[in-house]
């Protein structure tokens, strides 16, 4: 056999744009399927719990709603220990670079720390993974009320 080489190295963003651009091209909004040459293929709700490892039969993920800037402060105060500026929110949304930060700057010292630390990651999660919008640039603070009792989140129906 002829030296084979490595494969060369590849842009991963480069490649996800184009996989995603393909996907939603054979997307099909009536029936909820994408059209490949194999054959039609849905995306269920149990593909999503074994590609995310979710849970979807406890408690489910719901709760109110509120725009007050004010009440976004108090609950970033309370589970983050500081609170972001008005630049770092967009209507009901705080950006994601303002977790992001924030992750990076705590110091692991303590048990509030570690969990400070872990709520940005399942935010940056939420916020790009499982309910990201359009932009990927921020996520609505309405979630952050499911974080404040760090052991009960493994029971939510995040799924």
Same mark, same amino acid.
């Given at each position: 056999? *002829?030296?084979?080489?490595?494969?060369?190295?590849?842009?991963?963003?480069?490649?996800t744009?184009?996989?995603?651009?393909?996907?939603?091209?054979?997307?099909?909004?009536?029936?909820?399927?994408f059209? +490949?040459?194999?054959? *039609?293929?849905?995306?269920? /709700?149990? =593909?999503?719990?074994v590609? /995310?490892?979710?849970?979807?039969?406890?408690?489910?993920?719901?709760?109110?709603?509120?725009?007050?800037?004010?009440?976004?402060?108090?609950?970033? /105060?309370?589970?983050?220990?500081?609170?972001?500026?008005?630049?770092?929110?967009?209507?009901?949304?705080?950006?994601?670079?303002?977790f992001?930060?924030?992750k *990076?700057?705590?110091? +692991?010292?303590? *048990?509030?720390?570690?969990?400070?630390?872990?709520?940005?990651?399942?935010?940056?999660?939420?916020?790009?993974v499982l309910? $990201?919008?359009?932009? $990927?640039?921020s996520m609505?603070?309405?979630?952050?009320?499911?974080l404040? =009792?760090?052991?009960?989140?493994?029971?939510?129906?995040? $799924?």
């Amino acid at each position: 056999m *002829e030296n084979m080489g490595a494969l060369p190295a590849c842009d991963v963003r480069k490649f996800t744009k184009v996989l995603v651009n393909t996907l939603v091209e054979r997307w099909h909004p009536n029936t909820h399927t994408f059209h +490949l040459p194999a054959g *039609e293929c849905a995306v269920t /709700l149990e =593909d999503v719990v074994v590609i /995310l490892g979710l849970p979807t039969d406890d408690f489910p993920v719901i709760g109110m709603t509120m725009n007050s800037f004010k009440a976004l402060e108090a609950e970033c /105060l309370q589970q983050f220990g500081v609170a972001p500026r008005k630049s770092d929110c967009r209507a009901s949304c705080i950006k994601l670079t303002w977790f992001r930060d924030l992750k *990076e700057r705590l110091q +692991l010292v303590d *048990e509030t720390s570690m969990q400070r630390y872990v709520k940005c990651h399942i935010i940056l999660l939420f916020g790009t993974v499982l309910f $990201g919008d359009k932009s $990927g640039t921020s996520m609505h603070w309405k979630f952050l009320p499911l974080l404040c =009792d760090f052991s009960s989140i493994e029971q939510y129906s995040w $799924g």
